[in-house]
T-cell receptor, first 113, second 115 residues
Framework: AQSVTQLDSQVPVFEEAPVELRCNYSSSVSVYLFWYVQYPNQGLQLLLKYLSGSTLVESINGFEAEFNKSQTSFHLRKPSVHISDTAEYFCAVSGAGSYQLTFGKGTKLSVIP | NAGVTQTPKFQVLKTGQSMTLQCAQDMNHNSMYWYRQDPGMGLRLIYYSASEGTTDKGEVPNGYNVSRLNKREFSLRLESAAPSQTSVYFC??????????????FGDGTRLSIL
């Protein structure tokens, strides 16, 4: 079984400042890792994913995450946030060979003008 | 390009009433899922269907039943609603022809209140 811990429930940050949203996981098998974003009153949208290969993965809107196997982490970063990045972000893990996802409890990112 | 469509979007029920939440996807995905989202709890899997004709329990199945009607449709039924089932319900789907690790695509949710 897998579990996911998102270390911060809320993260306020000023516009154009950098941000890091932390995610740690535990698993006895190799994993696939995902970040999803949820805007108010909407469903979740895939932001980026790590399946294999390069440990640094990027999204089209400037977010990146790095898979760190030794630290069992998959932190999400953006060098300069925009007001439009205000949303809730969920880290999720899937064990190799599984089609199910286990989600963290979410981190609410608030970008302050 | 509707993706995953959930109906209804909002519903208010009285304790003990029953209802069915509908979900349909038009992406020819094999797998479908029902989650509930509660404040501070993230998403918890209720039931999933890895392929047409199969369903399995997730983390929180008690009080719910599901039907995979065909490849497109996956419904969630509350037989006797309880206030603890007040939540936002999300349906999702994913392809797995190329193996696990495929992302899930979500509907916009059904906001259910039980009085």
């Amino acid at each position: 079984a897998q579990s996911v811990t998102q270390l911060d429930s809320q993260v306020p940050v000023f516009e154009e400042a950098p941000v890091e949203l932390r995610c740690n996981y535990s698993s006895s098998v190799s994993v696939y890792l995902f970040w999803y974003v949820q805007y108010p009153n909407q469903g979740l949208q895939l932001l980026l994913k790590y399946l294999s290969g390069s440990t640094l993965v990027e999204s089209i809107n400037g977010f990146e995450a790095e898979f760190n196997k030794s630290q069992t982490s998959f932190h999400l970063r953006k060098p300069s946030v925009h007001i439009s990045d205000t949303a809730e972000y969920f880290c999720a893990v899937s064990g190799a060979g599984s089609y199910q996802l286990t989600f963290g409890k979410g981190t609410k990112l608030s970008v302050i003008p | 390009n509707a993706g995953v469509t959930q109906t209804p979007k909002f519903q208010v029920l009285k304790t003990g009433q029953s209802m069915t939440l509908q979900c349909a996807q038009d992406m020819n995905h094999n797998s479908m899922y029902w989650y509930r989202q509660d404040p501070g709890m993230g998403l918890r899997l209720i039931y999933y269907s890895a392929s047409e004709g199969t369903t399995d329990k997730g983390e929180v199945p008690n009080g719910y039943n599901v039907s995979r009607l065909n490849k497109r449709e996956f419904s969630l039924r509350l037989e006797s609603a309880a206030p603890s089932q007040t939540s936002v319900y999300f349906c999702a789907s994913s392809a797995h022809r190329t193996g696990p690790g495929q992302p899930q695509h979500f509907g916009d949710g059904t906001r259910l209140s039980i009085l």
